[in-house]
Each structure stands twice: as structure tokens, then as C-alpha cells.
């Protein structure tokens, strides 16, 4: 009976796709037309740039394959110079350090605290010497992005928001992703919109989002199936390479419908967390890091810290919460952790010193709350890491 789940939920199952998905897929597959620019005007991914722009409020957005490609376009398209230093907090997933190897700049890693934001003081430390910011919001969790935004604007540095997890997500009453100069997105299938694979970026810089369309694949005169940048995208014609990081109506096709569904899914993945947060809170076994004063989060996975429990507790604590059903990772102990960055060894040079953040990495606990689970499902997963804690501390 699904009130009274006996077994715990599955973690990783994706909500269905909406119904209304299948028949413009169905269509579009009638069609075949699935490259982007073979229509005149109005392809599926022509359309989701244009309701993904309106929904944030923004000028220009562009679709591409990945969030990962959203983030190189946009670091490639401040047209920096070669080994430029990029400022990217320590705590994040491997693919945000890569996007800055590929975009043949250097990333410089920045302390993150307890509570999984970025350390303000190494932040302003490093500032000094950097020529762009990268800010991921990792699980969601925003960093104090006013005392962010002054700081890189006092340096003169353009700030890219990585928002692969924070769609939805709202600092003092500001979209999440329109705050820095650039904001990029995943539509891969663990976060708020599911396609598999697919990401997207948005600005309201002309001359930024007409060198990231040219670079993602607009060769010719593509560009001029992306609105009102005709004058800036002249001027780099033939003047950028082209790194073909479209994204194809299919997926577009995917995403549309679900536009939809996102005011819902961040109302319940909030509802879910913060249920789920209290009552680990209130066990006195683990701290869950409030979230910031100005932010409204739309998580869907929690992270807690297992403060005062050694390295075997903790290693303990996984493997009864394990035997509950309930999957669980640390970020420091697990091996091979993408999110861990002394195992980034493709970044130039020794593994930098962090204290810090490889104190939180040794105790933030993460787990998986799909945004449909019911709150008997959440009461299950709760009270079986608690009942872990318990058997581990007892
Ligand atoms: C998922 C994720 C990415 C990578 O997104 P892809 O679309 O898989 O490339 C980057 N940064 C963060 C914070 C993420 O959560």
C-alpha cells in the first residue's frame, strides 16, 4: 500500500514525462525533421529558447547539449585570453572545472564552508587575481550572491551562474541564473526538467549569446534564426570556431511540455525538503544548514552534516541507512567522488590546499528527494536515517 510504504521508495525513478509530450513527438517524428535549423522558422528548440527566455525574464537564451556545454559557450564567449584565471568554488560537480580546461582557462578553486557556500573571505582573497567568476550553485545551495555580485563588480569580472540545479531557485526575488552576466541550466534527467540530456543558457548581452550561438553550431547564417542579434553576429562571421554543441528537436520536443510543470515541481521538492529536514534536525543526530535570508531553494535532494561522527561512524551510518534502503553518499569518502576536488587531477598543477572544504566533503551527507515522493515515502526514508544514526551511536 502506498501509504504506508512498508519499502523504501526508489530514489533514482524519474516522474513520467507529461502525456502531452507524446503527441508532439509523435508528430515530429512523422516530420523527421529533427536537426534544428532545417525549418524556415519555428523548430521546437527555436520555441523552447523563446518560452525558456520569457518564463526567466531574460533577452536571449540559447539551447545546447549539455549544461556542461552551456558552461563552456559562456566562458568561451567572454572572449577572454588563453589561460585566464577563473574563480569556481571547490565543492561542485567535475564537469564545471573541465568546462574551464576546455575552454583552455585556468580554474581557481575557492573554500567552501559548513553550510556548502562559498567562503567570502577566500572568495575576496583570490578576486584579486582573477579574470572571471563561475559561481555553481552545487545542490541547489546559493552562496550570498549580493556580497558576490559587489565584490566582482567592484573587480570589473563578468559572473557565470552555474544553475544546473537551481531552476526555480529565487534570491531575493530574482530568478536564480539572471543574476550574473550569464546563467546556464541542465536538462539532465537528475534535475527539475528531465531529457535526458540537454542544458541551456541565458543572458541579456547580444554581442555574449550571438559569439555562443556562432560557437555552438550556427554555421552560415544560422544566426539568423536566433532573433535580434543580427548586428552582433555580423561582426563574428567566420571569426569563431565552431564546437557543434546543438541541441535537436527531439529533446526540445521533451522539455517544452515540462516548462509547465516546473512551478509545481519546485513548490513539492521545497515541501519535500524541508519536511524531510526538520525531522533530521530535530533528532539531534545530524545539522542540516539553513538555507540563506534572501533564498527561496526548489531543491530535490537534501544534504546534512554528520557532525561528530568519525570517519568509521560515518562509514557505519551509510551502510545502516543502506541496509534501511535508503541510498546514501558522503562526498569525501566515497572513491572517485566526481564532486570531490582532490580528485579533479586533469586541472594543471598540485591538488590545492582546503581545509575547509575537505572538512564539509568528510561530512556531507547527500541524499536523493525526488520531487513526487509522498509524505509517507519521506517519513520512510527520515526515520531510516535516523534509525541508522541511532544504531551507529548506540
Ligand atoms: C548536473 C550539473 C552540471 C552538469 O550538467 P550537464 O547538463 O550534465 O552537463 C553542472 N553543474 C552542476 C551544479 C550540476 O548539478
Given at each position: 500500500m502506498r501509504d504506508f510504504p512498508t519499502e523504501a521508495p526508489d530514489l533514482h525513478e524519474a516522474e513520467p514525462i507529461p502525456a502531452a509530450a507524446k503527441a508532439a513527438i509523435e508528430e515530429l517524428l512523422q516530420s523527421g525533421d529533427l536537426f534544428r535549423y532545417t525549418a524556415p522558422a519555428d523548430a521546437p528548440v527555436a520555441l523552447l529558447e523563446r518560452e525558456f527566455a520569457e518564463m526567466m525574464g531574460s533577452r536571449y537564451a540559447l539551447a545546447v547539449s549539455s549544461c556542461s556545454a552551456a558552461l563552456f559557450l559562456s566562458l568561451k564567449a567572454l572572449d577572454l585570453p588563453k589561460g585566464a584565471k577563473v574563480l569556481i568554488p571547490a565543492f561542485t560537480f567535475a564537469a564545471v572545472p573541465s568546462a574551464v580546461v576546455h575552454a583552455e582557462m585556468q580554474p581557481v578553486l575557492v573554500e567552501v564552508s559548513m553550510d556548502y557556500r562559498i567562503d567570502l573571505a577566500d572568495f575576496e582573497q583570490k578576486?584579486?587575481?582573477?579574470?572571471a567568476v563561475l559561481i555553481s550553485h552545487m545542490r541547489g545551495h546559493t552562496s550570498d550572491m549580493d556580497a558576490i555580485l559587489k565584490l566582482a563588480t567592484a573587480h570589473d569580472l563578468p559572473v557565470i551562474e552555474d544553475a544546473a540545479h537551481s531552476l526555480g531557485t529565487v534570491w531575493g526575488g530574482q530568478k536564480i541564473?539572471?543574476?550574473?552576466h550569464v546563467g546556464c541550466f541542465s536538462f539532465q534527467s537528475y534535475k527539475m526538467i528531465n531529457a535526458g540530456e540537454g542544458g541551456i543558457l541565458i543572458t541579456d548581452d547580444a554581442e555574449l549569446v550571438a559569439r555562443a550561438v556562432i560557437m555552438s553550431g550556427a554555421y552560415e547564417?544560422?544566426?539568423?534564426?536566433?532573433?535580434?542579434?543580427a548586428e552582433a553576429a555580423a561582426k563574428w562571421q567566420n571569426k569563431l570556431p565552431l564546437y557543434n554543441l546543438r541541441m535537436q528537436n527531439l529533446s526540445a520536443t521533451v522539455i517544452r511540455p515540462q516548462l509547465a510543470e516546473l512551478p509545481r515541481r519546485v513548490r513539492d521538492g521545497l515541501r519535500n525538503h524541508d519536511y524531510v529536514a526538520a525531522k533530521l534536525q530535530a533528532s539531534g543526530y545530524f545539522e542540516v544548514p539553513p538555507s540563506l535570508k534572501p533564498e527561496t531553494r526548489a531543491p530535490d535532494s537534501i544534504q546534512f552534516n554528520l557532525a561528530g561522527f568519525s570517519e568509521d561512524q560515518s562509514r557505519a551510518f551509510l551502510a545502516e541507512a543502506k541496509k534501511r534502503g535508503v541510498g546514501a553518499q558522503i562526498f569525501g569518502l566515497s572513491q572517485d567522488n566526481a564532486r570531490a576536488f582532490w580528485n579533479w587531477q586533469f586541472i594543471e598543477g598540485p591538488v590545492p590546499d582546503l581545509p575547509k572544504t575537505r572538512a564539509m566533503l568528510a561530512q556531507a551527507c547527500d541524499v536523493r528527494l525526488p520531487v513526487r515522493l509522498t509524505l509517507p515515502e519521506l517519513d520512510f526514508v527520515a526515520d531510516a536515517l535516523i534509525s541508522a544514526a541511532k544504531a551507529v551511536k548506540a
Open positions: 578576486l584579486a587575481d582573477a579574470d541564473g539572471t543574476l550574473g547564417h544560422n544566426w539568423k534564426k536566433h532573433g535580434d542579434i
